[in-house]
């Protein structure tokens, strides 16, 4: 079964500091993945997308990874801002087709 | 460039009454999704259309649903009647790409609308 779990579900961090948020899926046949942001009260935002052959890429403060092998993405973000308060969700596209597999997302709350 | 719009914003509304939900995509995406979002279980695919058909309506809970889109520009999501249970939040996305060019898949979400059914 096509499945993408994040975690962890929730995490708070003083501003300034540094995180990382995982993803990990079983979709097949891979297409892309991709990772969103979303303010409270608005629509997702993609941040970024990561192919099959990428292992790494950055977006300013945003950094993701790609592990086809191990089929797990990461996002790390550097000196977190206040603006930064927001769900992350990973998104995985099957190949040869429309379907998204998406995951539950992250809740990150930057501290002041 | 006006991004996906949705109205209305917010729609309370009591149990048993007609709910529409209305989406203009961006100009030039052939791809319209609905999705509802709810805390317990995130973001669902409600109905998918390709070049105005519906392609995959398979994630619409019941024939209380409904959704057309008689155009490429406007797209609408009906409940009747509606129900508690159906209290999310509805969004609508557009993209370019269809059933077998997917392309990058990034989706383009409007702001959403907010449905409270009491």
């Known amino acids: 079964k096509n499945q993408v779990e994040q975690s962890p579900q929730s995490l708070i961090i003083l501003e300034g500091k540094n995180c990382t948020l995982q993803c990990n899926y079983t979709v097949s046949p891979f297409s892309n993945l991709r990772w969103y942001k979303q303010d409270t009260g608005r629509g997702p935002v993609s941040l970024t997308i990561m192919t099959f052959s990428e292992n790494t890429k950055s977006n300013g403060r945003y950094t993701a990874t790609l592990d086809a092998d191990t089929k797990q993405s990461s996002l790390h973000i550097t000196a977190s801002q206040l603006s930064d308060s927001a769900s992350y969700i990973c998104v995985v596209s099957v190949k040869e087709g429309y379907q998204l597999i998406w995951g539950a997302g992250t809740k990150l709350i930057i501290k002041p | 460039d006006a991004g996906v719009i949705q109205s209305p914003r917010h729609e309370v509304t009591e149990m048993g009454q007609e709910v529409t939900l209305r989406c203009k995509p961006i100009s030039g995406h052939n791809s319209l999704f609905w999705y509802r979002q709810t805390m317990m279980r995130g973001l669902e695919l409600l109905i998918y259309?390709?070049?105005?058909?519906?392609i995959d309506d398979s994630g619409m809970p019941e024939d209380r649903f409904s959704a057309k889109m008689p155009n490429a520009s406007f797209s609408t999501l009906k409940i009747q009647p509606s129900e508690p249970r159906d209290s999310a939040v509805y969004f609508c996305?557009?993209?370019?790409?269809?059933?077998?060019?997917w392309g990058t898949g990034e989706l383009f979400f409007g702001e959403g609308s907010r449905l409270t059914v009491l």
């Open positions: 996305a557009s993209s370019l790409g269809g059933q077998a060019q």
């Open positions: 259309f390709n070049n105005n058909v519906p």
